[in-house]
C-alpha cells in the first residue's frame, strides 16, 4: 500500500461527543490507576501499554517515581488515557551514535503505545495543556513522547499549542514498517519480487542440505518453557552488533519480568531456530488485538552465509497465514526502527515522532537551546552522508565493530559496568540477515 495511501486512511477521527467539554484528571498513584483499570483494558491497543506491564514496572524500577496518567472524562464516561511516568532519567545529546554529553533531568515519560482511547484534535490539545500545567508547576524539567504516530492529531497539537520556546523544533522521526498477513503462505511468496523469492528459497533449501536436514524450530507460548528459551536466546544475543550497542534482548530481570507476564496473559510468542541443536536465530514477539508485535530479533553471525534469521522470519510467516480460529492474527508490526528485511517483507508503513517538550524555566529552556543545535548539526551530516550514498557503508562498517566490540565483551575484556540497560519500549531489534 503506498504511504500516502495509508496514512490518508487513518485521517483524524470527527467526535461528534467533543463539543461536550472534557474532565481532565492526573492520576499519580496505584490505588487511583486500579480504579480505572477496566476502561484501560478496554481501550488498549498496544502491548506496550498493558496495566499490569505498567504498574510491574514502576514498581520495580528505581528511577521512577511515580505513575503519571491523563486521564479524560467525558460525560462521566472514561475516553481518553495517556499513559505515563514520573522519573529521573538522563537527556543525552548524540551525533549519530556518539554522545557528546548528558544531562540529569527530571522526565514525564509518555510510553510508546500509551495513548488510549480518543485521539482527536480537541482531546490531543486537551492533554498537551496537562501536559504544560505539569511543566509549569515545576513537576518535571522536560515531557517525552516515545514513538507517536506522525500522522496523528497529538503530535500536531505539541507543535501548536506550547509556547514557541517550550517546543521542540527537531523532533526525532522514524519509519514504522507493518505487514498484513495474506489469507495463504502461497499468496505471501506471491507479494514478493521473484528475486527475492528464489534467493529466499535458494537459502533455506542450502541451510537445509549443509545441515543435513538438522534444522527446526521452537515456539515457546507459555511460563514453563522460558527459562531454556531465555538462556538459548542469550547465547546468541549476546554475540550480535545490538549487544555491543548495549540495545536488544538481554538476559536480566526487567526481561524475565516482561516475558513472564506476557506468558501468563497468552500473549506472548517466542521462536527460536537449532541449527544442528546450536541455537542460531531467534524471533519473539507480543499477540495483541489479532496483531503480532515483534520485540527481539537476531541471529548468530557464525551462521550468516544462510541467512538464518530471514528463514525464521518466512516459516513463522507461513505458520501464522494458515492459523485458523483464535490462532489468527491481522498483521505483524515489526516495531521500532527500519531494515532491510522489513522493507521486503512490509506492505504498510509510516513514520513515528519522538518529540520533548520543556517546562518554561531556566534550566529547561537551557537544555533545550544546548540540544537543538547538535540535533541540527547530526541532521545535517545524516543529509550528507544520504546524498553522498555512503548511509549503509557507514551503517556497516560500524556495525561490524560493534559486533567485534561484542566478541570482546563476551570473552571479558570490557567491564560488566560499561553495559548499559535500555528503555524496554525502544529495544526492538533489527537484526535479521
Known sequence: MNARAHNSAIAELVHPVDAVPAGARILRTVPEIEEIRGAWTQLLRHPNADIDLFLSEISSRPQILRPHVILL???????????????????????????????QAR?????????????????????????????RRGEADVAFFNHLRADSPLPASLRRVPSLMSRDFLPAMQIHRS???????????GRLSPKVRKNQKWQAKKLVQDYSGDVKIDCVTETSGLERM?????????????????????????????????????????????????????????????????????????FSKHSPGMYLITRIIEQLCEAEGEQ??????????DAEYKRILGDILWEDTTTYLFAPTLRALGLNAIRTPILFADALGRKVLERTQLV????????????????????????PSSRIQQEPEKQNAVNAE
Not at 503505545?113 to 495543556?129: A, F, R, Y
Not at 505487514?179 to 511468496?189: D, G, K, R, V
Open 73 to 103: 472524562n467525558r460525560l462521566g464516561i472514561p475516553e481518553t488515557i495517556l499513559v505515563g511516568r514520573l522519573e529521573i532519567g538522563r537527556m543525552d545529546f548524540r551525533i549519530g551514535y556518539a554522545s557528546l554529553l548528558s544531562r
Open 179 to 189: 505487514m498484513s498477513l495474506p489469507a495463504t503462505a502461497q499468496e505471501f511468496w
Open 328 to 337: 489468527r492474527i491481522s498483521s505483524i508490526d515489526f516495531g521500532l526502527g
Open 230 to 302: 531465555i538462556q538459548d536466546v542469550e547465547e546468541i544475543a549476546k554475540k550480535t552488533y545490538q549487544r555491543a550497542l548495549r540495545v536488544g534482548f538481554v538476559d536480566d530481570e526487567d526481561t524475565r519480568r516482561r516475558l513472564s507476564l506476557r506468558a501468563r496473559k497468552g500473549w506472548f510468542r517466542g521462536y527460536v531456530l537449532y541449527v544442528a541443536n546450536s541455537p542460531c536465530a531467534f524471533w519473539l514477539g507480543t499477540v495483541c488485538n489479532g496483531v503480532f508485535h515483534s520485540d527481539y530479533m537476531g541471529y548468530d553471525p557464525a
Open 392 to 415: 549503509a557503508k557507514v551503517k556497516k562498517k560500524w556495525r561490524g565493530s560493534r559486533a567485534a566490540t561484542a566478541h570482546r565483551d563476551q570473552i571479558g575484556e570490557l567491564p
Open 107 to 135: 522526565t514525564l515519560t509518555f510510553i510508546h503505545g500509551g495513548l488510549l482511547g480518543n485521539c482527536s484534535s480537541n482531546t490531543s490539545d486537551i492533554l498537551v495543556q496537562e501536559v504544560m500545567n505539569c511543566l
